[in-house]
């Protein structure tokens, strides 16, 4: 397994790039396009393909996302979960975990280079390492960036983050 191949270059205050991804209900999303339309948290993790550690945090992380959608919603917070495996697999694991979020699929790892979100590779498969959460207001700035988020404190993070936001 490699090592990391790139550190986040985003930063608060920055505009989330234009990236199209394709997410699991079909449809294919530009990244700026999507947040314009209320504020959202982007958790880039490891997902179906990871193995170990590395797919224990990343199904914690969805685990914890899943069960925190109704508070997220109810704010007006759409959560997305981004990786880097194809739309099939990642139908199967929306399926396999009963979540209630969308997946994009980073399969060709646009949005993570142009990010500079990190990744491993090992052989022909690449995921994301350590998971990224970017929360993005709804005029497309970067509203905070945080490094391996904590799956027990992921939830309440983001809702703070958009309350302080909405307070500023």
């Known amino acids: 397994m490699s090592?990391?191949?790139?550190?986040?270059?985003?930063?608060?205050?920055?505009?989330?790039?234009?990236v199209g991804l394709r997410a699991t209900d079909g449809?294919?999303?530009?990244?700026r396009s999507f947040v314009t339309k209320q504020p959202?948290?982007?958790?880039?993790?490891?997902?179906?393909?990871?193995?170990?550690?590395?797919r224990a945090g990343g199904d914690a992380l969805a685990t914890a996302l899943a069960k925190g959608a109704g508070r997220l919603a109810e704010?007006?917070?759409?959560?997305?979960?981004?990786t880097c495996d194809s739309e099939a697999q990642q139908r199967a694991y929306v399926?396999?975990?009963?979540?209630?979020?969308?997946?994009?699929?980073?399969e060709r790892r646009s949005a993570v280079v142009l990010l500079g979100v990190p990744t491993l590779?090992?052989?022909?498969?690449?995921n994301v390492a350590p998971p990224?959460?970017?929360?993005?207001?709804?005029?497309?700035?970067?509203?905070?960036?945080?490094?391996?988020?904590?799956p027990r404190?992921?939830?309440?993070v983001i809702l703070e983050t958009f309350r302080e936001s909405a307070a500023a």
């Open 27 to 31: 449809f294919l999303l530009n990244l």
């Open 132 to 150: 990224v959460l970017v929360a993005v207001d709804r005029e497309g700035l970067i509203r905070a960036v945080y490094h391996d988020p904590d």
């Open 95 to 106: 399926q396999e975990r009963s979540l209630p979020f969308l997946l994009m699929s980073d």
């Open 3 to 18: 090592s990391p191949d790139a550190s986040v270059r985003l930063d608060v205050g920055d505009q989330i790039p234009s």
């Open 153 to 156: 404190t992921l939830v309440a």
């Open 40 to 54: 959202v948290a982007l958790l880039f993790f490891a997902g179906p393909t990871a193995s170990g550690a590395q």
């Open 121 to 126: 590779a090992e052989g022909a498969n690449h």
């Open 75 to 82: 704010r007006s917070i759409a959560a997305v979960g981004i």
